[in-house]
């Protein structure tokens, strides 16, 4: 490939334009004024990195004018910036909807600089005025101790799409165009975070969007040719190579080329042109005709040099067009004069006192931009809390189970659950979608096609009628990769909707840096004022570690948990719901609930069920709280008390008080669920926690607990290691023991079953003595007994398997003396 | 794109053969062998997911042969078994290395059957005996508790791709061919997996693959059309885009589709030896030039019924072709009879009585596979261990730094470290190399291009030779995908050789799910007697989260951490070298070890060097000690211990100690710094945990504790809930606060700096009364300072900034004390 001269030529970013549009939309004065926007931005994007006083040059540039530490990235912010602001033309010809999505790591200095010549930034921080001193502030605050990033943060005015991690910014785009049919998401993408898999894996959200419901990605993918210290693939193949990718991944390519600046604004300006009519031909199309289709959508492929209209070589370096120009395109300024001087030399060809004089853009300039909220840096999709609704929910107690009778019978958490769900989407049939990675079905939420199928814009076959479930327009969003999902869903809740996530418990960990990404947003957001509150990331996670039939060991992972509770309390919420009714309530309260990530772990198997509806409700408003009709202690102090947090845990703890009370009916035993797992934690480090004097109420300070956890068991011990008792706490969870294993022999082989939970009480309580010793081997040998079973015969002996709740007479007593 | 009929039609999967490469290589009695063959695989992998007796169907099926509980997949079974048997006529026929990476979800029953036949599965589990009964055996195991899981589980011979979470078969293939100039991995990729993101990305490997050095190979993209419950989106795109694509990607793609078998037998025989024929062809011709280049890689496209030779339908129901043939193709047949009789004819149409008469092949038929270790399922490289040569190593101590006061100079821990792994990739020329996401020169480790370049095959520009750096023949992997990257760790490492990553500790979560897959594989293997120890998985995490000066909240997390110290604790280490000694000592100890993953974190600026290099082999070998020139017990009981882990955390712990003593200069302070992290945790949990008494003996049991930890604080208490006095502890850690910060500011904003520590110390030690008010009052203001500075001038005060350790006369006293 490519071996030929010619081509090796042709990839170059040298040069007067070469593009696939042709056409020179611009007239002269437009492309003086273009060349003004231009060098204004670069400018801004200088100073930023550099200054800290003398903002526009008025003296002599010396070294006490630059801030002391050099931070920030200039190398991708030319194509950027050429990139917005010869789409603002369009947006004003053609009065588009349009945000800007700025894919390339440290891609501030562009997108800040256009929201400040747009006046955005003015508006939302007043203090940064469009005059010198403001624009003195604007620049010191980058990259600045107790100032603003060079990411497109929170802060930033127009993002959704922070970009401190690479490969998100495609996914990003299309789950901001769901659902919005009029919007145009420009989607700059790096060649660098093009490398990634998750960026890699997103062009294809193409097949999952409907000309006629949804609205458009512009993507420009940005050959600027370098990364930190490498040169980027796509920037060093042959065009026949890059042509057929866009192709294949189901694009038009129109390729943008050169760095010869008037001619590239020329190519600039008609390419986009050219694809925002192809885009509102395509809708139209689809829209008058009623019947969606999968177009070849545009992509521009843009390739311009890193720190484009920057120094070629500097002291016979490469500088422009080669990596060097990635970050603080000249580090020495302080040490170096000459370099100081070049530096200088370098901002003055920006002239900024001809184009800023009087501290800010002529009118003129200004006049290239859209006013309003046409502005990107000022569509309210990019602060979606304002366009939020709230979901029309229906009423979450008429999907109740019926329980009759306390662990008794087993009913369908899951699929009832999905009947609620179903009619979340039927109410809300423009801003709710469910994502998930090909497992909807699979997790028992099927129930959701009837008011809403999958989304499947490729070929359909004979068969797909078949209970295939697909639509060209549908709620439900599957594709096998967890990364797209998560992205579509962040981009979709940034932008003023609804949403969630299902997925298999073990496999969430592919997206645990996107969902870390997400609390630090939403975290950050918390501290920019005009920022309004989105709608909470729900995951709901299922096909959990205990139920891995299939599956075994590489399916056992429940460690999310563990990446969540890292982050900030003030945006993290974890709840296991341990029955049907509590999985209700407890998603009804996740879906109307703002700015969080809430985690949801619930088995999809059917379960036996605890609480009527009413009881679930105050379980759950509750988070923790104490199982009267499961306790023998009757409201006093308990020999022991049982605990549990968690469906299969809970199932296995119960079991195991029936186990204790056959041996020692006289056992004052209490027994205590877990919903909300921060409940556990000091209220001092997170508000939902409880106080000392709320916990000793519960799990006493001096009397055994035996604790049996869903996920990895230390993460109870870190949240309670405070805990006034702490020393008296036993905890059994996954401890990555697991293979091929019937459900209760996997729970054996990690000690959260029936039997060692009973064993591990009785070896608390040494009181028993004798007694203890002779129930412990019973028990013992009737644990081996139902492991061999498993071995021999592939399941779980039915009587272990159907276990319920037996005792009935004896507890009304403790519940009558406790209510 | 594809709205018309005929497209449409192109991409079914019936009918007769369709393929790229024409030609009919195999004779009729072949084309009869090559039908009983895949009839006898097709059996056994029915056989393992239904049958637990009448292994060759001699009864009349009934129910009581059948397995309890039905596990297991079937779908992509035939696609797999065809493409394996076929490509064993070229292993005989051209003497061909080779390996078979299963890619597919739940691959097993076509690489078991395959390794079954072959003999090797009888080899090496004698008890699974090629007869009647060992087929019994064989079938009974699978997918069946205690068993063995229905994926390519280390269990399984010739495998090193478990495929339990799916997208890496092909950075897995391309990691074990690197420098495997004979080999190629005949890769299976599933049409649901290649919608994942580490698997779109890791395509592009072409670009990093060296036709002279390296090894080939050879996909084939299975489109069996569905996964769980959806179609595949490779498998409902047209024909041009689907060739575009890979065409794109840089491979050749050749087409091989239908379902009618014989005709596929002709097309599949003579597309793969064609495939083969190229693959030798672009390597002799770059062999015998001497020039390496990229040519387009052969990718074979199969496209195959899901469930092929499966029914096509029952009751109506769509099965072959479908998603219902993914997983058990026939569910009910203990309960009803009809479909028990149509599974019994579905599998005697696969003539177990005349194909395994006398309970085995015949001979004829296993002349079909190769012999000995050529064959897939016994190629040594598939069992690392075995060919594992161990690295030639440099005297690590050649590269000591002179530490000629303790915490007095600053030294460059991570450059100098560079160069000793500059003379390890020197040494070890064929069998180590170092990955890295396009942060190698940013980490500080450039050194190391002396050695060995970065591989680039892609074009080449002439700034380039401007330090570029790049090679056709080079040591370095570079490419902006964690995933890509530690796939080719992982298969370079499985197939016997070396390796290191690193990567910028913040987006190690990247690959969180990965390395957990990994950390798996190793504990299951450590049960598997065949396989021997393959080399550890060595990750190098810097530009930690301390140091962001450029990058802010988004680049800071440290909790990579905590999802390792979850992973079994006889597969991970965790290493925390608090200077460039250390550093060395530590790389020394990872890159000997086997079957470990081992963290090492280490910032890359430079630091104060506290070791000199015998204290440093020392103090890493037992892993945790007290430092006496830092102490001032001299061995008595202190009256506070401080403690570090990590080289940012020492700093400050160190600095907080001298504040002590300029205020209390009568304290006896013990300090203690920890390296490896699991000497935390007691011995019963972990190998390399102290006991309680040796713990005793470092943080006594009832002194207080300021321990200053580099992770998330809470890591450390998860790890000594259990421990004598750990009421004492004191953690201070990241937590969540940051933003663009000096190093100072962002550890005051998280409470690590020496202020809050030595504040920290005094509010633990109520005896010093007012005198500790006092002092804690100058501390607080002392520390206000500094951080407004870092707010007005953008940097720490440089007298906080260069501190270095003031004390010297009396510290001499407290070492003669203890030595």
Chains 1, 2 share one sequence.
């Not at 030319?78 to 891609?107: C, E, V």
């Not at 990634?196 to 969007?209: D, I, R, V």
């Not at 038009?252 to 020329?266: A, I, S, W």
Request: proline share 6%.
């Amino acid at each position: 490939m490519g071996d030929s001269k010619e081509e090796v030529e042709s990839i170059s970013p040298y040069g007067l334009a070469r593009s696939t549009v042709k056409g020179e939309p611009l007239s002269k004065d437009d492309i003086e004024k273009y060349n003004d926007f231009f060098k204004a931005s670069l400018y801004l994007s200088l100073g930023m990195i550099y200054l800290k006083k003398n903002p526009l040059l008025k003296e002599t540039l010396s070294t006490e004018h630059l801030k002391a530490r050099l931070l920030g990235h200039f190398g991708s912010a030319p194509g950027q910036i050429f990139t917005y602001m010869h789409f603002n033309r369009l947006i004003t010809k053609y009065d588009l909807d349009a945000i800007f999505i700025s894919g390339p790591g440290h891609g501030a200095p562009a997108v800040l600089s256009a929201a400040y010549l747009e006046g955005t930034y003015s508006e939302v921080y007043p203090e940064i005025s469009e005059d010198e001193e403001g624009l003195q502030k604007f620049f010191k605050q980058f990259s600045f101790p107790g100032g603003i990033g060079s990411h497109a943060t929170p802060e930033t005015p127009g993002s959704i799409h922070e970009g401190g991690e690479l490969g998100y910014s495609i996914s990003h785009a299309f789950g901001s165009v769901f659902d919005h049919p009029d919007l145009i998401a420009l989607t700059m993408v790096g060649d660098g975070e093009a490398e990634t898999g998750p960026l890699a894996a997103s062009w294809h959200s193409t097949k999952f969007l409907n000309p006629i419901t949804d609205g458009a990605v512009l993507p420009v993918l940005h050959l600027n040719g370098y990364k930190i210290n490498n040169p980027t693939l796509l920037a060093r193949i042959s065009h026949k190579e890059l042509e057929y990718l866009f192709l294949g991944y189901g694009y038009q390519p129109y390729f943008v080329e050169g760095d010869d600046v008037e001619t590239m604004h020329q190519a600039m300006a008609a390419t986009l042109e050219h694809c925002v009519l192809e885009i509102r031909k395509f809708q139209k199309k689809a829209r008058d005709s009623g019947v969606a289709f999968r177009p070849l959508w545009p992509v521009i492929i843009l390739r311009s040099p890193k720190g484009w209209t920057g120094p070629r070589k500097i002291d016979d370096k490469y500088l422009e067009g080669f990596w060097r120009a990635h970050q603080v395109p000249i580090t020495d300024v302080h040490k170096s004069p000459e370099h100081l001087k070049l530096l200088e030399k370098w901002m003055q060809s920006y002239e900024p006192d001809r184009l800023f004089a009087g501290g800010k853009i002529s009118d003129d300039l200004k006049a290239l931009c859209p006013t309003g909220n046409r502005r990107m840096s000022a569509n309210p999709v990019a602060n979606g809390g304002v366009i939020k609704k709230p979901l029309r929910m229906p009423n979450f107690r008429d999907y109740a189970l019926k329980v009759e009778r306390s662990a008794h019978t087993m009913g369908p958490s899951m699929s009832n659950m999905a009947l609620f769900l179903r009619d979340v989407v039927a109410n809300n049939m423009t801003n709710f979608r469910l994502f998930g990675p090909d497992e909807t079905e699979s997790n028992k939420l099927g129930g959701v096609y009837a008011a809403g199928k999958k989304v499947w814009m490729g070929e359909y076959f004979e068969e797909d009628k078949d209970g295939g479930n697909l639509a060209h327009a549908g709620r439900v969003m599957e594709i096998l990769s967890e990364h797209t999902c998560e992205g579509w869903l962040e981009g979709y809740i940034l932008s003023g909707r609804h949403g969630l996530l299902n997925s298999y418990e073990p496999f969430i960990h592919v997206i645990d840096s996107m969902v870390n990404q997400h609390c630090k947003w939403l975290e950050k957001s918390l501290e920019v004022p005009w920022r309004d509150k989105v709608a909470s990331l729900n995951i709901l996670l299922t096909a959990v570690v205990w139920r891995q039939d299939h599956n075994g060991f590489t399916h056992q992972d429940p460690g999310f948990l563990d990446v969540v509770a890292n982050k900030s309390p003030e945006v993290v919420r974890i709840y296991l719901p341990p029955d049907g009714n509590c999985l209700l309530s407890v998603m009804d309260h996740c879906l109307r609930s703002s700015n969080y990530v809430n985690v949801v772990v619930a088995d999809k198997q059917d379960h036996l069920q605890y609480l009527t509806m009413d009881e679930a409700i105050i379980h759950c408003t509750k988070g923790i709280g104490i199982w009267p009709q499961f306790s023998t202690d009757a409201g006093e102090e308990p020999d022991l008390v049982m605990a549990s947090c968690g469906d299969v845990p809970t199932h296995e703890s119960l079991a195991a008080v029936d186990l204790l009370l056959q041996h020692f009916p006289e056992l004052k035993i209490r027994f205590v669920n877990v919903v909300d797992l921060f409940k556990l934690i000091s209220h001092v480090d997170h508000p939902h926690g409880l106080n000392d004097q709320e916990w000793t109420a519960i799990f006493t300070d001096d009397k055994p607990v035996v604790f049996n956890f869903h996920s990895y068991p230390w993460l109870v011990h870190r949240l309670t290691y405070k805990r006034p008792g702490s020393k008296n706490i036993h905890v059994r969870g996954y401890k990555e023991k697991g293979n091929i294993d019937t459900p209760l022999e996997l729970a054996i082989r990690n000690q959260t079953d029936r039997f060692s939970l009973a064993m591990d009480a009785i070896d608390r309580m040494p009181h028993l003595h004798n007694r203890g010793a002779a129930a412990r081997e019973k028990l013992y040998n009737d644990q081996l007994k139902a492991r061999n079973e498993a071995f021999e015969h592939g399941v779980d002996p039915p009587f272990l398997n159907n276990w319920t709740w037996p005792h009935t007479g004896l507890w009304k007593q403790t519940i009558a003396k406790l209510t």
